[in-house]
């Protein structure tokens, strides 16, 4: 399985984005999460295979949604009201997982992208 994502840039505080990951063979729940400079790779959001369920973190309940396209193989994060201290790289990531706390857990995906930049200006 291979994981491509895309769609990162250099936003202002309060403007929307888009991250996509296309992925390329069987995929099970995918997920994005992100690393900021200096700290560790942080949990965003997961959904599963069917794209009938979603998680996320507190920190971007309520304004981060994800969604899948299951004909496309693609994974959708739309990113609205973005601060500051979403400023990270976003990885998506692919595995056979679900649950709390285990969704948390990156070790627990089996495949990863390459990673894109989003960076949010005050």
């Known amino acids: 399985v291979q994981l491509q994502a895309s769609g990162g840039g250099l936003v202002q505080a309060g403007d929307s984005l888009r991250v996509s990951c296309a992925a390329s063979?069987?995929?099970?729940?995918m997920g994005w999460f992100r690393q900021a400079p200096g700290k560790e790779r942080e949990f965003v959001a997961i959904?599963?295979?069917?794209?009938?369920?979603?998680y996320y973190a507190d920190s971007v309940k309520g304004r981060f949604t994800i969604s899948r396209d299951v004909a496309k193989n693609t994974v959708y994060l739309q990113m609205n009201s973005l601060k500051p201290e979403d400023t990270a790289v976003y990885y998506c990531?692919?595995?056979?997982?679900?649950?709390?706390?285990?969704?948390?857990?990156?070790?627990?995906?089996?495949?990863w992208g390459q990673g894109t930049q989003v960076t949010v200006s005050s």
């Open positions: 063979g069987r995929t099970f729940s």
């Open positions: 959904i599963n295979l069917s794209g009938t369920s979603t």
């Open positions: 990531a692919a595995g056979n997982v679900w649950g709390v706390p285990p969704m948390k857990d990156a070790s627990r995906y089996a495949f």
